[in-house]
């Protein structure tokens, strides 16, 4: 039987050695060799059945008292310490672990237990996909607008494979409580006026962790390249050698419009959307867009501004009946929708209290 710790490792081409050349080391042999992988054998004496492996399929075996040298362990990527006494097992983790050197401790190659160079793991925890000293990798993940059920499946994968997860305050929060334990969570949530960690600060926390080997989770509202900063974060990371990848997410632009009952497009109303931030001045393309009825223009961050959004429509010449839908916490149970027009949206959000965040969908499709 395979040992359980061998199922899905890469061990292919890479240099283990086993300690120790009892039954339990040849057990181990057999199965790092059906995995292909480089066996390398220190032990005071063999016994018939390693003896029988070495001869069949190939292994370096050096019969030794003492504990492996130097040049034993020289590109090793994993121990295992299958000694015949507990004594010795115990000085190889030790060795192993002075070392960081991933080490696997066992006389039963079915329940063996694997010991990390830092001693953070618990027991099947640890990722040997990495060896020690290898450089992390960072992964964009877009949680969509909120609702943990609108994560994408890729993104839930990622999560559940993080060894740290820096995280907005937007997106689907939840699903950090059913993240692994020991992963580190750092929020780096912003709020309305107040941003506590700029971006700068964020940008050199994903490099930072992942230049200490682990696995950085990018967690993110929305999708990461939909006004989501995204993209300065992947050229950070990129500038400084880490590896890094984004998973798309659903964004709040389309999904949260769309649980409101409102289609950005809609056939012989409007084919275009345009999307724009509410935290700078509307460009050309945005006023001409409603002026002309030629696209939806949905707002995202814009709740705070609308009274200066709508100001540049209407100078801009759009038509002061034009429908405006404003859809708040859009995917939560909180979900409340607004519906007014450009003449009188200010008045209505001031009265109901429209609060960020919010989605600000301005066009004939926001019409109720």
Not at 31 to 57: G, I, S, T
Not at 265 to 279: D, F, I, L, P, Y
Request: hydrophobic share 45%; net charge negative.
């Amino acid at each position: 039987m395979t040992p359980a710790l061998l199922v899905g490792l890469p061990l292919a081409g890479r240099d283990v050695l086993v300690t120790g050349g009892g039954p339990a080391a040849a057990a181990h042999v057999a199965a790092l060799r059906q995995v292909q992988a480089r066996v390398r054998v220190v032990a005071p004496h063999v016994c018939e059945d390693l003896r029988d492996l070495v001869a069949e399929h190939g292994a370096t075996v050096r019969l030794d008292e003492r504990e492996p040298t130097p040049v034993d362990l020289d590109g090793v990527w994993l121990v295992v310490a299958a000694d015949d006494s507990a004594r010795d097992r115990s000085a190889v983790q030790g060795w192993a672990e002075a070392r960081r050197t991933w080490c696997v401790v066992s006389d039963d190659p079915a329940a063996a237990q694997i010991h990390d160079a830092d001693g953070l793991l618990d027991r099947g925890e640890v990722d040997l996909r990495r060896p020690p000293g290898t450089l992390g990798s960072v992964t964009l993940v877009g949680g969509g607008p909120g609702a943990a059920e609108l994560i994408t499946v890729a993104g839930r994968r990622a999560l559940a494979e993080a060894d740290v997860i820096v995280t907005d305050r937007l997106g689907p929060r939840s699903v950090l409580a059913h993240v692994r334990p020991g992963v580190e969570v750092i929020d780096v949530g912003k709020t309305p006026g107040h941003h506590p960690v700029p971006q700068h600060e964020i940008n050199r926390i994903l490099v930072e962790q992942a230049q200490l080997g682990r696995r950085v989770i990018r967690l993110k509202g929305g999708d990461p390249f939909l006004l989501g900063r995204g993209g300065e974060e992947v050229l950070a990371c990129q500038e400084a050698a880490v590896p890094v990848d984004v998973i798309p997410g659903i964004s709040s632009a389309f999904a949260v419009p769309a649980l409101a009952g409102i289609p950005v497009t809609q056939r012989e109303v409007v084919a275009a959307v345009h999307v724009t931030s509410g935290h700078e001045p509307l460009a050309e393309a945005a006023l001409a867009c409603v002026r002309d009825a030629s696209a939806t223009l949905v707002v995202l961050m814009g709740v705070g501004n609308l009274g200066h959004i709508v100001e540049q429509l209407r100078s801009a010449g759009a038509n002061p009946a034009t429908p405006v839908a404003i859809v708040e916490r859009g995917s939560t149970p909180a979900q409340r929708l607004t519906r007014a027009t450009l003449a009188d949206v200010v008045a209505v959000a001031a009265e109901v209290r429209v609060r960020a965040p919010a989605v600000i969908v301005i066009g004939a499709v926001a019409a109720s």
